[in-house]
């Protein structure tokens, strides 16, 4: 009796990518195609908004005050800044004390959401390496949410600032309802921009030692303690305009705008709206991409 020679198996002679393609295999952890990733990201959303309220409570679990600080944090920091700023170097020229003190607190509880974003967008990777590496879920999932942390704590914050504003004059009218849109111009800016800082932080983690001279620089050239065509009038007019334009300087000028009686359109650069919706457009859509492209690379090395 002859034994029939053997017959080779079917997959024989294939390449690796061959066999993947044939079984409808993929690489572990490859970056998705960007609509796909949106939608992940959008199945998401539940976990995001919770990760978010949870790191909000746990932010101060351990002080006494608790969740108080949220607003005491910027509001000492606003008191700081007018007593050496408002008193003393008389950075107040051109307003009046009832409107200086709401555009004071107004523009540290503004550029203070920009700046915690920021920041917690450094180590937005680099922080939740044991929550990157055991789950599989959107990456992008951890910047949004700590963007969303930030813009909760500032709607809190929000009650203290109405209550200033009130107090020093100036009282609930039809430009308050511009507060949902600046609102939501500066948060897509913000998660975008803490987009771009996860990739950067997920490689470079002595960047989070960097940041707040980078933050402080950036605030004393934005207007949060005074005017800056005021304090710019004897200087070229060019180096205002730089100035107003950056985006933190635009959002914090179109809460004002908004909120304080004393602050009116003169105030404000041309074509506002636009440049702040610009801003929020580039850095979300930028931001986005960005963060994206480096999605199968976080977590390893």
């Keep these: 009796m002859t034994a029939s020679p053997s017959t080779p198996p079917p997959d024989d002679g294939l390449s690796r990518a061959e066999l993947a393609a044939k079984y409808g295999l993929t690489v572990s952890g490859a970056r998705p195609g960007l609509f796909e990733y949106v939608r992940q990201l959008w199945g998401r959303r539940h976990?995001?908004?919770?990760?978010?309220?949870?790191?909000?409570?746990?932010?101060?679990?351990?002080?006494?005050?608790?969740?108080?600080?949220?607003?005491?944090?910027?509001?000492?920091?606003?008191?700081?800044?007018?007593?050496?700023?408002?008193?003393?170097?008389?950075?107040?020229?051109?307003?009046?004390?009832?409107?200086?003190?709401?555009?004071?607190?107004?523009?540290v509880f503004v550029f203070t959401f920009t700046q915690s974003s920021v920041m917690a967008g450094v180590r937005a990777i680099s922080g939740n390496l044991g929550l990157v590496r055991a789950l599989h879920f959107p990456r992008a999932s951890l910047p949004v949410s700590f963007s969303l942390q930030q813009l909760q704590q500032l709607l809190f914050s929000m009650i203290v600032l109405f209550l200033i504003t009130?107090?020093?004059?100036?009282?609930?009218?039809?430009?308050?309802?511009?507060?949902?849109p600046v609102l939501v111009l500066q948060f897509l800016f913000n998660t975008g921009l803490a987009m771009i800082m996860a990739r950067l932080g997920s490689k470079t983690p002595d960047l989070a030692q960097l940041m707040p001279f980078v933050m402080r620089t950036w605030m004393y050239a934005s207007g949060v303690m005074f005017s800056i065509p005021v304090m710019l009038e004897d200087h070229p007019d060019w180096i205002a305009d730089i100035l107003q334009w950056n985006p933190a300087a635009i959002y914090m000028d179109l809460m004002r705008f908004a909120l304080i009686d004393g602050y009116g359109s003169e105030n404000l650069p041309p074509h506002v709206w636009a440049v702040a919706g610009g801003w929020a457009v580039l850095l979300a859509v930028g931001g986005f991409v960005y963060f994206w492209k480096a999605e199968e690379r976080y977590g390893r090395g």
């Design 166 to 180: 009130i107090g020093f004059g100036s009282y609930p009218r039809l430009s308050w309802l511009l507060i949902v």
């Design 47 to 107: 976990f995001i908004l919770a990760f978010s309220q949870a790191k909000l409570t746990a932010q101060y679990s351990q002080a006494k005050l608790g969740q108080l600080w949220q607003v005491a944090t910027p509001l000492l920091n606003a008191l700081v800044y007018f007593l050496i700023f408002g008193l003393i170097l008389e950075a107040d020229r051109g307003f009046e004390r009832e409107v200086y003190i709401p555009f004071l607190v107004t523009g």
